[in-house]
């Protein structure tokens, strides 16, 4: 697989960088775009910190959309989870994927169910960054229909068909 240089980057809602890494674009189209890591790829936090990545990990960006997925694989190709990010709108300048993290998290862990992580850091992010009101809707609405779309998700799909797959579940639910 051939792979574009690339960074991910998510904030907080202050502008203040929260993570990001290096990794390789396989696919853009109007749709969205997919993104690899692989083990030994180093995560770097905002305030300093980094951890290095042991896992290798598909995610999938829905270009406007309130939520990625991962898809997180041991070293061998086994599907590990599924972890989706609450989101303002994802974005893609040709060398950056980024992102607003609003600290509410989705993870299912093979065959356990879905479940939304974090969400004493979500009440944080609302005090601190003073979220109004339709945020926070829109955002635990968001994290209902991450769970929705984990606890169905199938895994090891051809990248533009997950793409594809995604964007349309998410659309699904603006109708």
């Known amino acids: 697989m051939n792979l ?13 960088v929260h993570r990001y890494c290096d990794a ?4 853009v189209n109007e749709t969205g775009c997919v ?6 790829t180093e995560m770097k936090m905002g305030d300093g910190r980094s951890w290095t ?36 709108p994802i974005r893609f300048d040709g060398s950056t994927v980024w992102y607003t ?7 299912k862990a093979g065959d356990a169910r879905a479940s939304i992580e974090d969400e004493d850091e979500f009440e944080e992010a609302i005090r601190k960054f003073s979220y109004a009101d339709a945020l926070v809707a829109d955002c635990l609405l968001a994290a209902q229909v991450g769970v929705s779309i984990a606890e169905c998700w199938q895994f090891n799909l051809p990248s533009e068909e997950a793409l594809t797959s995604l964007d349309r579940k998410l659309s699904a639910t603006h109708e």
């Open 4 to 16: 574009a240089p690339i960074q991910v980057r998510s904030y907080k809602a202050d502008g203040a």
């Open 24 to 27: 390789g674009l396989e696919l």
């Open 35 to 40: 993104v690899w890591t692989h083990p030994g």
């Open 53 to 88: 990545s042991d896992t290798v990990v598909r995610s999938l960006f829905v270009f406007g959309a309130r939520l990625d997925l991962l898809e997180i694989h041991e070293t061998n190709g086994s599907p590990r989870g599924i972890y989706m990010n609450v989101t303002s």
């Open 101 to 107: 993290d609003h600290e509410l998290d989705i993870y």
